[in-house]
């Protein structure tokens, strides 16, 4: 089978890119140019850039296929998934550490010392919030917490909160909100989605009661 080509000339004086002869694409170059200016590694399969897990590959696809269409022309489609894979490949890295002296937010990194620096690293768990330590206090949050909870209750969902930023199982704890429909418990848990993002695994527990039968 024979690839179909757009020579040089067919691109109105474009310079070829270095993984491109005129004839057939270099894959390793490809992915070594697109990696250098697109820095990401793979970890169990899934791109990570600073700013956190690609979650949709779809964008990824349509930067190589824009790339590669001026000068391929044939199964592109099947370029571009391969493509794909040889990134996958070419930026493989067993396993990310866990770091549990600093929390990863969306403009930096905040140590638990107080510091905080715009550096970013490659980690599974960046907060999709941005860190500003001249922020007002949070009278609205505060407000709907004193109408729901009690003092006492308060501060332990604080410290449960807490415990849902350490990026292990280390400080593993369960949390029930128990009440009556339409209390607004409900809220606690969207506002703690859009602080830990994708990082937040959610799930519902419905008390159900069981049906009595007398025998007489």
């Known amino acids: 089978m024979t690839e179909s080509t757009v020579s040089s000339t067919e691109t109105n004086g474009i310079p070829m890119p ?3 002869d005129g004839h057939k694409l270099n894959e390793v170059a490809f992915c070594n140019a697109f990696i250098k200016e697109h820095p990401m590694i793979s970890v ?3 791109f990570f850039t600073v700013d956190g897990r690609v979650d949709d590959e779809a964008l990824l696809r349509q930067e190589i296929y824009n790339r590669i269409s001026p000068y391929v022309t044939g199964a592109v489609s099947k370029r571009v998934h391969d493509l794909v894979e040889v990134l996958r490949l070419q930026c493989y890295t067993p396993s990310l550490p866990l770091h549990t002296d600093r929390i990863h937010v969306a403009n930096g990194t905040l140590f638990l010392n107080g510091t905080f620096t715009e550096a970013k690293e490659y980690c599974r768990n960046r907060l999709p919030v941005t ?3 001249d922020a007002d206090v949070p ?5 709907f917490l004193m109408q729901l909870l009690t003092q006492e209750d308060i501060v332990t969902l604080q410290e449960f ?5 350490i990026p292990s199982t280390k400080g593993q704890k369960m949390l029930f909100l128990i009440g ?3 209390e607004g418990k409900s809220r606690i848990g969207i506002v703690m989605r859009r602080l830990l993002g994708s990082n937040m695994n959610t799930g519902i527990l419905r008390r159900t009661v069981p049906r ?3 025998v007489v």
């Open 131 to 133: 860190f500003n330590p």
């Open 161 to 165: 909160m807490g415990y849902c930023l």
């Open 212 to 214: 009595l039968s007398t």
């Open 18 to 20: 270095p993984w491109w």
């Open 139 to 143: 009278k609205c949050w505060l407000d």
């Open 44 to 46: 169990g399969d899934t």
């Open 180 to 182: 009556q429909g339409g």
